[in-house]
């Protein structure tokens, strides 16, 4: 079993390593037999490949059984790579990674907005309101005239059946309840089939209790009953913006940990951005690096049928938790520094042997 570690841009080369380190003590304890591979991306992957992301790492992600995927900071790029779609895009995009899985919940010694909260946005991937991968050729941003900018949001019957049908195999491994989110009472056509679809995607799972809920009722229903959502079923923007809100309202996007996924292929990339703001000092939260990390692992052992890897996740998970009351980074409060913070995990790893 081979990943793929890719550092990426701003916090990448700080939160990455963090990740990996955590990785490897699972590794070790669990005998998983897990090695790594090094490739680039972002401002690296332009100096190494001239592209920040290039075909030679996309086919290596393909190739591998997953990634550690860095963020990427795009704006930083020189302006002859600012016309490409970002490496994440491309990378969801070529490797058809239809599903965003973005966990957020609280946590005890984590200060939170909301008492509690434990809820998985299942996000659509591949299209919505997204111009930089909807199209065949083109984009999907235009103007008629210098002051009418349009822009074309995609809604497939295939991709938000993918994603349904991600989002309630996943519920099934949780409290068995799933939320559609849509604006169907106003977006006849396209939240119409979105509803439609994801509906009917649902009757396959009788055991699961199905909600419908208005895109911008949920802003406030998230906020007043968060602890009453289980896995929330979104397309691509709707889910960005509410896995934003929902990893703040849990704590913070230090702790919002995901996954792209497709049937095939998987890799761990963290919620938010490469935080240029606080890069290179150390006082990155590896948090959500880390979470996304035991994802992959539990991703993994689906895959490969493999009950190591899902004990090994376990572990993982317990050690986060057990450090998180012991001690947190600066966003959280604490003091600890990005490094100081993934090393005390790493070794917590141990005492977490399910
Ligand atoms: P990008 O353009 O790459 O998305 P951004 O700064 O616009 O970068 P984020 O990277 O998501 O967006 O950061 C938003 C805010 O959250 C920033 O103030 C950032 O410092 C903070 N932040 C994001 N990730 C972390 C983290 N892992 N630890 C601590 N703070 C973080």
Known sequence: MKLLVLNGDGIGPE????????????NELHDLGITFEEEHIGLKGIEVHGHACS????????????????????????????????????????LGLFANMRPSKTRPNVPSHVPKMDIVIARENMEGFYADRNMHKGGAEFMAN??????IRNISRSATMNIARAGCEFAMQRKKKISIIHKANVMKITDGLWR?????????YPELEVEEVILDAFAAHIVRRP?????????NMYGDI????????????GLGGSINASNDVCIAQCAHGSAPDIAGRNIANPTAMIISCTMMLTWLAAKHDNPKFK???LSLEGALAAQL?????????????????????ADKVHNHHP
């Not at 210098?146 to 822009?151: G, I, N, R, W």
């Open 242 to 253: 509410f896995s934003d809100l929902a990893s703040e309202l849990a704590g913070g996007l």
């Open 55 to 94: 075909e030679k790492v996309i086919k290596r992600i393909q190739e591998l059984d997953g990634a550690i995927f860095g963020p990427h900071d795009n704006v930083s790029y020189p302006s002859a790579h600012q016309d490409y779609p970002n490496p994440s895009g491309m990378v969801r995009r070529a």
């Open 325 to 345: 009351l012991d001690g947190r980074t600066r966003d959280l409060g604490g003091e600890m520094d990005c490094d100081v913070f993934a090393a005390a995990v």
């Open 227 to 235: 602890q009453e959502f289980d896995v929330v079923i979104c397309s």
């Open 146 to 151: 210098p002051d009418l900018a349009q822009s």
């Open 196 to 204: 439609e679809v994801c509906l009917d995607v649902a009757k396959d």
């Open 311 to 313: 004990k090994a996740a």
């Open 15 to 26: 939160i990455v390593p963090a990740g990996k380190q955590c990785l490897e003590a699972v």
